[in-house]
Nanobody, 128 residues
Framework: QVQLVESGGGLVQAGDSLTLSCTAS????????MGWFRQAPGKERDLVAV????????DYADSVEGRFTISRDNAKNTIYLQMSSLKSEDTAVYYC?????????????????????WGQGTQVTVSS
């Protein structure tokens, strides 16, 4: 089992910056990929950014490319999401996700179905 705990959400103004953190515990050696997804009211849970645990590979949603940066600290079992130039449309609950090594995966790493562990979510609200 893997447990994920997010922190760093809050209320900010448009144009501000904010950094989210997600720390994994438990069977962290099983983790293959981690990422951030977000879900606004009435909408689906969508990819924000993902990062491989073992390589420098990352992927971003088009809407955040150039504004958000995902990074990891394997020694701390933690990933970060540095968000800058925040917009009102970035308002959502942000979820940390982890995919463990498995024999098969449902979808690609940009799909929520690829991940088997989720954090409880942290609210990010951007006022305009």
């Amino acid at each position: 089992q893997v447990q994920l705990v997010e922190s760093g959400g809050g209320l900010v103004q448009a144009g501000d910056s904010l950094t989210l953190s997600c720390t994994a515990s438990g069977s962290t050696f099983r983790i293959y990929t981690m990422g951030w997804f977000r879900q606004a009211p009435g909408k689906e849970r969508d990819l924000v950014a993902v990062i491989s645990k073992t390589t420098d590979n990352t992927d971003y949603a088009d809407s955040v490319e150039g504004r958000f940066t995902i990074s990891r600290d394997n020694a701390k079992n933690t990933i970060y999401l540095q968000m800058s130039s925040l917009k009102s449309e970035d308002t959502a609950v942000y979820y940390c996700a982890a995919a463990t090594f498995r024999t098969s995966y449902d979808g690609t790493w940009s799909s929520s179905t690829f991940y088997d562990y989720w954090g409880q979510g942290t609210q990010v609200t951007v006022s305009s």
